[in-house]
């Protein structure tokens, strides 16, 4: 039994060369999916599920290989003969590439069995297991699910089925392709989690349904520790080490003594953060245990909007407090923004660029609200306009992201 782990091919047009495609997308390891010009090959997300799967059924004696089809800028033509070699080829989805990822699997089942994981899949299995190029739709991570489909040799929906303590995952698969999964500013990264899920609800987050119950789930400071340690010693040239989680900084504890673990690599590092879930003394010991960048959402300046429709669950005064403390200690601080939130008038837009102006954060992105399948915010949608988002309404392609060049990270 062959298995086959893919991020397959997406170019718009469906189906064109990619020397004739206007757009290309970004799809696993990403938060949310989106198209950028065909030639920008700048940023690619580590597709974390993809290679925790992957290395479990390594672990427990599957034949499995991972393919990053967007990272090697596959053709379609050129993922097509590889799938072929394969028995399952398991294919991540997104809203926003769904019509591509419908072509995609039609060919590929005619010599393999299809098996849809991501957030597309997850939220959609019951519609999607009734197409007949289907043979099995998997919920949430799935390296366990993964596992059961195939030694149970039955097709279907396959539940969430996660891990309860997360230390027991294997480390994911990295290879010698963990030096082109490049992180803006910092193109040696290694990119891990901390942890998995978020205890926030927010209505357009993708963790809202594909985590079982928006559960939060840590590694242990020792865990961490023993991951970045091999990932070091197995790919020397690394130079920053990049905490990916939906939300690292959680409980003051816990992130004071992973910065204890940190401090011993000697190496600078980053994560994912809330303004809100530690305090001010907690954020100056990572900074003095060599954390140097901090990536925060804000994604609103009108406080209605962070209450009423996106369930933020931040007082945004407070957040803008803190990061101009944040600021002062030396972090480079990169806010994330958003528009086109439903009732959003042009105030509260204005209301947003007027809080990117006052943060002055080293760093921003402001991009429109891209609609991810099963979230509230996609589900309020589809109350408002009785239809369920087009794939372009799906797309978060940034509108911009601002890096002040005179700025270097300390």
Same mark, same amino acid.
């Given at each position: 039994?062959?298995?086959?782990?893919?991020?397959?091919?997406?170019?718009?047009?469906?189906?064109?060369?990619?020397?004739? /495609?206007?757009?290309?997308?970004?799809?696993?390891?990403?938060?949310?999916?989106?198209?950028?010009?065909?030639?920008?090959?700048?940023?690619?997300?580590?597709? #974390?599920?993809?290679?925790?799967?992957?290395?479990? %059924?390594? $672990?427990?004696?599957?034949?499995?290989?991972?393919?990053?089809?967007? %990272?090697?800028?596959?053709?379609?033509?050129?993922?097509?003969?590889? /799938?072929?070699? #394969?028995?399952?080829?398991?294919?991540?989805?997104?809203?926003?590439?769904?019509?591509?990822?419908?072509?995609?699997?039609?060919?590929?089942?005619?010599?393999?069995?299809?098996?849809?994981?991501?957030?597309?899949?997850?939220?959609?299995?019951?519609?999607?297991?009734?197409?007949?190029?289907?043979?099995?739709?998997?919920?949430?991570?799935?390296?366990?699910?993964?596992?059961?489909?195939?030694?149970? *040799?039955? *097709?279907?929906?396959?539940?969430?089925?996660?891990?309860?303590?997360?230390?027991? /995952?294997?480390?994911?698969?990295?290879?010698?392709?963990?030096?082109?999964?490049?992180?803006?500013?910092?193109?040696?990264?290694?990119?891990?989690?901390?942890?998995?899920?978020?205890?926030?609800?927010?209505?357009?987050?993708?963790?809202?349904?594909?985590?079982?119950?928006?559960?939060?789930?840590?590694?242990?400071?020792?865990?961490?520790?023993?991951?970045?340690?091999?990932?070091?010693?197995? #790919?020397?040239? %690394?130079?920053?080490?990049?905490?990916?989680?939906?939300? #690292?900084?959680? *409980?003051?504890?816990?992130?004071?003594?992973?910065?204890?673990?940190?401090?011993?690599?000697?190496?600078?590092? *980053?994560?994912?953060?809330?303004?809100?879930?530690?305090?001010?003394?907690?954020?100056?010991?990572?900074?003095? &245990?060599?954390?140097?960048?901090?990536?925060?959402?804000?994604?609103?300046?009108? $406080?209605?909007?962070?209450?009423?429709?996106?369930?933020? &669950?931040?007082?945004?005064?407070?957040?803008?407090?803190?990061?101009?403390?944040?600021?002062?200690?030396?972090?480079?601080?990169?806010?994330?923004?958003?528009?086109?939130?439903?009732?959003?008038?042009?105030?509260?837009?204005?209301?947003?660029?007027?809080?990117?102006?006052?943060? $002055?954060?080293?760093?921003? $992105?402001?991009?429109?609200?891209?609609?991810?399948?099963?979230?509230?915010?996609?589900?309020?949608?589809?109350?408002?306009?009785?239809?369920?988002?087009?794939?372009?309404?799906?797309?978060?392609?940034?509108?911009?992201?601002?890096?002040?060049?005179?700025?270097?990270?300390?």
């Amino acid at each position: 039994m062959k298995v086959l782990i893919s991020n397959p091919p997406w170019f718009v047009p469906v189906g064109s060369l990619k020397l004739n /495609a206007a757009r290309t997308g970004v799809r696993a390891g990403g938060r949310w999916p989106y198209t950028r010009g065909a030639r920008r090959r700048n940023y690619f997300p580590f597709p #974390f599920n993809m290679a925790y799967a992957d290395a479990y %059924l390594k $672990q427990v004696g599957i034949d499995s290989t991972l393919r990053d089809s967007i %990272l090697l800028f596959d053709e379609y033509e050129d993922f097509f003969k590889v /799938a072929s070699n #394969f028995d399952y080829v398991v294919m991540e989805t997104a809203s926003a590439s769904r019509e591509n990822d419908h072509y995609l699997a039609k060919e590929v089942s005619r010599r393999s069995k299809v098996i849809l994981v991501g957030m597309h899949a997850t939220a959609f299995a019951e519609e999607l297991i009734k197409l007949k190029e289907i043979y099995a739709v998997l919920k949430g991570e799935y390296e366990r699910s993964l596992y059961n489909c195939l030694t149970e *040799g039955v *097709g279907g929906v396959y539940d969430f089925d996660e891990w309860e303590n997360l230390d027991d /995952a294997p480390f994911p698969t990295r290879d010698e392709t963990i030096y082109l999964y490049r992180t803006p500013r910092h193109p040696l990264a290694v990119n891990m989690w901390g942890s998995r899920g978020c205890p926030y609800k927010c209505s357009f987050c993708y963790v809202s349904c594909f985590q079982s119950g928006s559960r939060y789930r840590p590694h242990s400071p020792e865990r961490i520790k023993r991951e970045v340690g091999d990932s070091l010693k197995r #790919f020397p040239k %690394l130079n920053f080490i990049y905490f990916d989680d939906d939300t #690292f900084n959680i *409980g003051n504890e816990r992130i004071r003594e992973i910065s204890k673990v940190m401090k011993n690599f000697g190496l600078p590092w *980053g994560c994912m953060c809330r303004a809100d879930t530690c305090n001010l003394e907690t954020f100056r010991i990572m900074r003095e &245990s060599g954390c140097v960048e901090l990536k925060i959402g804000i994604e609103s300046g009108s $406080q209605r909007i962070l209450d009423d429709i996106i369930n933020k &669950s931040l007082n945004l005064e407070n957040a803008k407090k803190v990061i101009k403390e944040l600021k002062k200690m030396g972090f480079h601080v990169h806010g994330t923004f958003m528009y086109r939130f439903p009732t959003e008038t042009p105030e509260e837009v204005q209301m947003t660029r007027n809080a990117m102006k006052e943060l $002055q954060c080293d760093s921003k $992105q402001f991009s429109h609200l891209g609609l991810l399948s099963g979230t509230k915010a996609w589900k309020d949608f589809e109350k408002i306009h009785k239809r369920v988002p087009t794939s372009e309404e799906s797309d978060g392609v940034l509108s911009k992201t601002i890096y002040k060049k005179s700025h270097k990270i300390r």
